[in-house]
């Protein structure tokens, strides 16, 4: 038997926490005012227009929610009465409403009129409704123009409010990069604090972050790592287009999400199927040969709204300001609803992506900076370029939840994906004579011919139980993890004379990929197996109305290898990791928190003298902050003080420089402040600022308190947009970085700069369709810089020069 209630907790949950369906707006009616106001609700679902009535308006509505599933309005413009302008949204659709003397607005459909409630009668009880005092209202929605968003479920994988989360969690809304034409993870979080690019924005696989200090993990051809709907991946191409959004919790995740970097991680929450119809056609385009075209569609298959489907597709052909550079992607992807209850929801997804890229050269350092030489010059053999990697991928998930009761729910999830990748790489220089420009390029003409498979599962168990009058939400939670990767690998060296500052290119001729197949010489096969299962559980206790406990704490068992298949080395760890924290509300818009997380982070697969598998890295994180919400939940804000220790990185064994010892420790410890959300009515913003002071601790290398590669002591960051009119849109941002490490030895620096960006969108209204043409110009001021490094004296990656993107886009 469920425990009732309590009132100021039903209060304070606000979004978190449903008595039943229904959309909720914002404050109390005056009862019977006539007075004008101003209204502009473009063509969209009843739902969303009745939240933007709301929002405008001032009023009130209580109503079933089903009530407006499947309807659509022809949008208001223009001054009304508040009675007028619902009489207007409300045409044609069947559903009436009444005005109680206290001012209260209930909804009808026709046929079933709403009870009028007298104010000196005995009180009638309308059914239950959701209530969500903030006016955030789902982030699926397409037509949602908020920048905050008010709970994150990565962080906790329950629904918990921003202000109750202990520990720092961002999420990059689909307003956020629709305004921005975001195309890969690390553009995404250009104005997030911490966070700076890996990998990201120069292949497909464009994941590849540090955060906080610590790699995403596994660079290269692979992206690195990030997780797809709670599953972790690698290498598998993340179309913008297909997502809701992007979360990114910062600091150690493994209480929840077993092997992670300490960093932090990034969730990619793809789009599912809505109970409203939405079609999008938007075409994209932009200098340097760029062309995104995207469809998104959506709605119910059957009257009663039981089945519901989506699809969307997006084909990106891009060229680059780095000459022989050219990355292609396309990437279909269907997906199911079915609700047999209203407790129960299946989801089925499916993803086919086929893509081709290059993966470009960096430039060297000559003394302390990258080489004085044009920034688009490919370092290596240009003739023997092309399309040199390739990926076919398919993806297939299932999630399944369901609700026992108000307290109690469940939910299972699955995914499959299967990979073929084959390439040529021949990007390698060998050696560099800094004063005459001459360097050995290695000629590595080498074919992986990886078979990649993951299989992923996990079961969520949530439930609220009153333990003496104290609230719990508990998590019960397991998870299996098995990835593989496995193939036949060809190479053959060609070392060649070339000069940085006078290239000469077309030494090598290109071979067809059947030509290196015959050509090169065969190696063993390569064999990479990864899985763990982990049980882990948490408890989020509300002690008192301000006093809010989480406690965590999983157990991984996990296996390894890495190499030869006939060497069958399994490294095997098992590993407890807890999480405490603890957040103190004194008032509704303020919050306190502290929190200490451990991780168990990447195996080590470098080689011992002793030939003794190494030990996985491990870290800790210790964090302080508060926490801020104004504008009922329209504009948050976090400040953020942190240390994070990661241990068992790999070093030079001092007895045998030919191998490893896994004795190295770093540290990342700072200050992250962060804004989002709207101001004042039409006015967005995005603001951070990151100190972040990392070290090298414990090393045999000769690097011990050198600074980490590529992150910046100071950044800082602006973004805001405004609606200038209705229809109108215009927007501008700043990001300011100062000078980062550009290898651990830190050996050469990349030079600090600031990027200015800029947009505007025009929008028309035609019935219920609308069509926005938009333009954003990146990179205004046209600033030659650096975006990152690989980690070492060849690995200076260019950022884009002045890069302008447009783009038409048809919602109906």
Same mark, same amino acid.
């Given at each position: ?254 209480? $929840? ?217 508990? $998590? ?337």
């Amino acid at each position: 038997m469920s425990q009732p209630s309590r009132p100021w907790k039903d209060r304070r949950r606000k979004s978190c926490r449903t008595l039943a369906v229904g959309l909720p707006l914002l404050s109390a009616i005056t009862a019977g005012a006539a007075e004008n106001i101003r209204f502009d609700i473009p063509p969209q679902p009843l739902k969303s227009a009745l939240l933007a009535f709301g929002k405008q308006s001032g009023r009130q509505l209580l109503y079933h929610s089903e009530m407006t599933e499947g309807l659509k309005t022809g949008g208001l413009k223009g001054e009304y009465p508040p009675e007028k302008a619902l009489d207007r949204l409300l045409a044609g659709t069947a559903l009436t409403y009444s005005v109680t003397p206290s001012g209260t607005v209930t909804l009808a459909r026709a046929d079933k009129p709403a009870i009028l409630v007298d104010s000196q009668a005995d009180p009638v009880y309308l059914p239950m409704v959701s209530v969500q005092a903030s006016g955030i209202d789902d982030p699926s929605d397409p037509y949602n123009d908020n920048y905050a968003a008010p709970t994150a479920t990565t962080a906790t994988k329950t629904e918990t409010p921003f202000l109750e989360t202990p520990g720092t969690v961002n999420v990059v809304t689909r307003k956020q990069l629709v305004d921005r034409q975001v195309f890969d993870v690390a553009e995404a979080f250009k104005y997030t604090a911490g966070v700076n690019p890996g990998v990201g924005g120069r292949t497909p696989f464009d994941a590849g972050l540090y955060l906080r200090g610590f790699s995403t993990g596994e660079f290269g051809a692979l992206g690195g790592f990030y997780y797809r709907d709670g599953f972790r991946m690698s290498g598998i191409p993340l179309p913008i287009a297909n997502l809701d959004r992007l979360e990114l919790i910062k600091g150690p995740a493994s209480v $929840l999400y077993g092997r992670a970097e300490p960093g932090g991680l990034v969730n990619a929450i793809y789009k599912r199927p809505l109970d409203t119809p939405y079609y999008m056609l938007e075409q994209q385009f932009g200098n340097y040969d760029l062309y995104r075209t995207s469809v998104d569609a959506t709605g119910p298959i059957t009257d009663d709204g039981t089945l519901l489907y989506r699809f969307n597709l997006q084909n990106v052909e891009q060229g680059s300001f780095r000459d022989y550079l050219e990355n292609n992607l396309l990437s279909i992807a269907p997906s199911l609803t079915w609700k047999p209850s209203e407790d129960t929801r299946i989801d089925v997804q499916f993803e086919y992506s086929d893509t081709g890229w290059n993966y470009p050269t960096a430039i060297p350092a000559v003394g302390n900076r990258p080489a004085n030489i044009p920034l688009k010059r490919f370092i290596g053999d240009g003739a023997a370029s092309g399309t040199d990697w390739e990926a076919e991928t398919y993806v297939a998930s299932v999630d399944l939840k369901h609700r026992f009761n108000e307290d109690w729910s469940l939910r299972w999830t699955a995914l499959y994906a299967n990979q073929k990748l084959i390439g040529i790489d021949h990007t390698n220089i060998g050696g560099l004579d800094e004063a005459t420009g001459d360097a050995t390029y290695a000629f590595n003409l080498a074919e992986p011919n990886d078979h990649r498979r993951w299989w992923f599962t996990s079961l969520n168990v949530v439930g609220n139980v009153d333990i003496y009058g104290i609230r719990n939400k508990f $998590l019960f939670g397991f998870d299996y993890n098995n990835d593989k990767f496995e193939g036949p690998y060809y190479w053959r060296d060609v070392d060649l004379a070339f000069n940085i500052y006078n290239p000469v290119y077309g030494q090598v001729k290109h071979l067809s990929r059947r030509q290196v197949l015959a050509d090169l010489t065969p190696a063993d096969d390569y064999v990479q197996i990864n899985r763990w299962y982990g049980l882990y559980i948490q408890d989020q206790i509300d002690l008192t109305e301000q006093l809010h406990l989480t406690l965590g704490g999983r157990y991984d068992d996990t296996e390894y290898y890495n190499g030869n298949p006939a060497e069958e080395k399994i490294n095997h760890v098992g590993r407890l990791s807890p999480r405490y924290g603890i957040v103190y509300q004194p008032l509704p818009w303020l919050s306190a928190y502290f929190q200490y997380m451990e991780s168990l982070g990447a195996n080590n697969g470098g080689r011992s003298a002793t030939g003794k598998v190494f030990e996985p890295q491990t870290a800790e994180q210790y964090e302080v902050g508060f926490k801020t919400e104004f504008f009922d939940g329209r504009l948050t804000s976090s400040l953020a003080f942190f240390r994070l220790e990661k241990q068992n990185l790999l070093t030079t064994d001092p007895t045998n420089p030919a191998f490893k010892v896994n004795i190295g420790e770093a540290r990342s410890q700072g200050i992250e402040f962060e804004i989002v959300g709207r101001v004042i009515e039409g006015l967005n913003l995005i603001g951070s600022y990151a100190l972040t002071d990392t070290r090298i601790t414990k090393s045999y290398d000769g690097d011990r308190g050198n600074r980490l590669p590529n992150v910046p002591l100071h950044a800082g960051s602006l973004w805001m947009t405004y609606d200038v009119t209705d229809q109108f849109t215009v927007g501008a941002g700043v990001y300011v970085a100062r000078h980062r490490e550009g290898d651990a030895a830190n050996s050469y620096q990349l030079p600090g700069y600031a990027r200015l960006d800029m947009m505007a969108a025009y929008r028309w209204f035609i019935g219920p369709t609308r069509l926005t043409a938009q333009v954003n110009v990146n990179n205004v001021l046209d600033k030659e810089y650096f975006s990152h490094s690989t980690e070492s004296r060849f690995g200076a990656i260019p950022g884009q020069p002045l890069t302008v993107l447009g783009s038409l886009r048809f919602e109906y």
